[in-house]
C-alpha cells in the first residue's frame, strides 16, 4: 500500500516495528532501519542488485531479522520537481515491493542525499574506497531521517 506522507505510515505501523529506508540505485540498493520510537534512522547495508526476486528476498531476511513495519523509499525528484525517467525506475521498484510484501510504503524526496552524504563524509576525511563502501546505505539513513523528522 502506497501512501502519499510518512505521517500516514506511522498510523499503519504497529507497536514496536521499524521502518526501513530504501535508497535504490541502478546496481545497489542502501538500506537503514529506524528505531521502533522512530526517531533515528540508522544505516544497515547495502544490497548489490541482482534479479527483483533475488533482491526482495534479501529484504524479506531484513524484514524478519529486524521487525520492520513498513518502507521509506527515496524518490529521486529532478531539482525543479519534475519526474524523470529514474522516478519511473523507482516507482516500477516500488510496485514490484508491492507484489511481495503487504506492508505499507511511501515515497521521500532523495534530492541531493548522496550529495549531502558524501560531503560529510569527505568532511570526517573518509577515503574514496571507504565513501564508495558505504554511500549508499548512508543515503538511505538520510532519507528514512528526513522522513522521521517530518513525523515530528
Excluded at 13 to 25: K, S
Aim: hydrophobic share 40%; glycine share 6%.
Amino acid at each position: 500500500m502506497l501512501l502519499d506522507n510518512p505521517t500516514y505510515l506511522k498510523h499503519l505501523l504497529p507497536l514496536d516495528r521499524r521502518l526501513l529506508g530504501m535508497d535504490p540505485g541502478t546496481k545497489t540498493i542502501g538500506l537503514a532501519i529506524s528505531d521502533t520510537a522512530l526517531k533515528i534512522g540508522t544505516p544497515l547495508m547495502t544490497i548489490k542488485r541482482t534479479k527483483f526476486k533475488t533482491d526482495a528476498e534479501e529484504i524479506r531476511k531484513i524484514i524478519e531479522k529486524w521487525s520492520i513495519g513498513g518502507f521509506v523509499i527515496g524518490l529521486p525528484i529532478n531539482m525543479d520537481g519534475s519526474e524523470g525517467p529514474r522516478c519511473q525506475s523507482i516507482r516500477q521498484f516500488q510496485k514490484n515491493l508491492e507484489e511481495y510484501f503487504d506492508l505499507p510504503m511511501c515515497f521521500w524526496d532523495e534530492r541531493l542525499s548522496t550529495v549531502a552524504v558524501t560531503r560529510s563524509m569527505i568532511d570526517a576525511d573518509a577515503s574514496r574506497q571507504k565513501r564508495a563502501k558505504s554511500v549508499d546505505k548512508m543515503a538511505a539513513a538520510y532519507i528514512l531521517q528526513g522522513a522521521l523528522d517530518s513525523l515530528r
